[in-house]
């Protein structure tokens, strides 16, 4: 195995994100090093010792992984948001369009609706509208303090700004779901079209808490 390969060989088992910028930013940092030992065997270096000092001018592999570990960790973050934002209105659009489609009118229901449930239907439903504003908060927040914070800290504080939206998304969807299961679980299956868009909702849900745990995780990846 070359020097540089070997170099890029730690460097890969250092980073932790998406298979696509991970891949990318390897063939990124590939590029640099074979550029820079061309330079060095024109210079007249021999074949190892180019590729050594190429490796050596472009950084401890631990203050790169630092490096490219906080780009990744952003690029998973920017995505989770950008899926918050749009996936979460549209699945409350989608859902309510199917019932109004195949089911009709609440006043279909053959159970009575207590009044506590009412809140916790008024609050899902405001989630609806607060889970993407946050996520638009929190790209304007990443975007504005990518100025003026280092790519660690900035990772971290957008790892935060992710869990709060993803988190009340999940509860939101959480408690609808167990309350409208304590009152009557049919509710939940008002149609088949309204069965399936519930469960894409709760799939939704729990992937984007997933994805906030990935970015999280690339915090604690770059403090370690």
Same mark, same amino acid.
């Given at each position: 195995?070359?020097? +540089? ?5 730690? &460097?890969?088992? !250092? ?7 991970? !891949? =990318?930013?390897?063939?990124?940092? /590939? =590029? ?20 050594? /000092? ?8 631990? &203050? ?13 973050? $920017? ?6 934002? *749009? ?14 489609? $195949?089911?009709? =009118?609440?006043?279909?229901?053959? $159970?009575? $609706? ?11 439903? @405001? ?9 638009? +908060? ?6 504005? *303090?990518?100025? /003026?914070?280092? @790519?660690?800290?900035?990772? !971290? ?9 993803? @988190? *009340? ?13 304590? +009152? ?10 309204? @069965? ?20 999280? !995780?690339?915090?604690?990846? +770059?403090?370690?």
């Amino acid at each position: 195995m070359t020097v +540089i390969e070997a170099y890029l060989g730690e &460097l890969r088992t !250092r980073l932790d994100g998406p298979a696509s910028a991970k !891949r =990318d930013l390897l063939r990124e940092a /590939r =590029d640099g090093l074979n550029d820079a030992a061309d330079a060095y065997r024109d210079g007249g270096w021999s074949e190892h010792e180019a590729q050594r /000092r190429a490796v050596a001018d472009f950084g401890p592999v631990h &203050l790169i992984a630092r490096d490219y570990q906080a780009e990744l960790g952003m690029h998973s973050g $920017t995505r989770t948001l950008w899926k918050l934002i *749009l996936g979460v209105p549209m699945m409350q659009l989608a859902w309510e369009f199917a019932r109004k489609w $195949t089911f009709g =009118d609440w006043s279909q229901l053959s $159970t009575p $609706t207590p009044g506590w449930y009412k809140y916790v239907a008024q609050f899902t439903h @405001g989630s609806v509208f607060i889970v993407p504003m946050l996520g638009v +908060i929190a790209l304007l927040c990443m975007r504005w *303090l990518s100025r /003026r914070m280092d @790519g660690a800290r900035l990772v !971290r504080t957008a790892g935060v700004l992710i869990g709060e939206a993803v @988190g *009340l998304n999940l509860l939101s969807v959480a408690l609808l779901v167990i309350a409208t299961g304590f +009152i009557d679980a049919s509710r939940l299956f008002l149609s088949v079209p309204c @069965g399936i868009l519930m469960v894409l909702w709760v799939v939704l849900s729990v992937r984007l808490a997933l994805l906030a745990r990935r970015s999280w !995780r690339s915090c604690a990846t +770059i403090v370690a």
